[in-house]
């Protein structure tokens, strides 16, 4: 999956990143899609060869036990970025390197505030909100199995 995804995902995207008019749809769509199959795959690969528990291993555990949360406050966070209510800072986007820097502050941001949030809670704010609202949900009864019909056969007597 890393290496489709990143050998597809990479020239594609710089592709649509050189013919925005022409690709543009397909960049942001498509293309950012196969993308981001390669980095999970990436992510996968590191994963599985990283034997001991260090920093990375505990960073990436900790925005998993808080995904939900991570992805409502990214989103928050860069709309409060880029879009005018906030700072307004959306016209800068057309720059690879503004891009790239908004990502990391942005990631870092991420990977702290769970460690931190993980630090004094058992699950991420969003998380323990979506178990308090499921554990309002009754429980349905299992619907039983219907009755066994017996197969019958021919007498072959007759």
Known sequence: MAVWGLGLGLPLNALAAAFPDDLGMAGRNAFALVLMLGYVGLVGILMDRVRRPGQVTASLTAVGRT???CYILQNLLASLIFYSWGLG???????????VAAWAVLSLVLVAGSRLW???FPRGPMEMFQA????????RDRVPDPPEVEERHPDPRG
């Open 67 to 69: 995904a939900l949360s």
């Open 132 to 139: 308090r609202v499921l554990a309002l949900v009754p429980e």
């Open 118 to 120: 993980l630090s004094r």
């Open 89 to 99: 800072m959306g016209h800068l986007a057309d720059h690879a390197g503004w891009m």
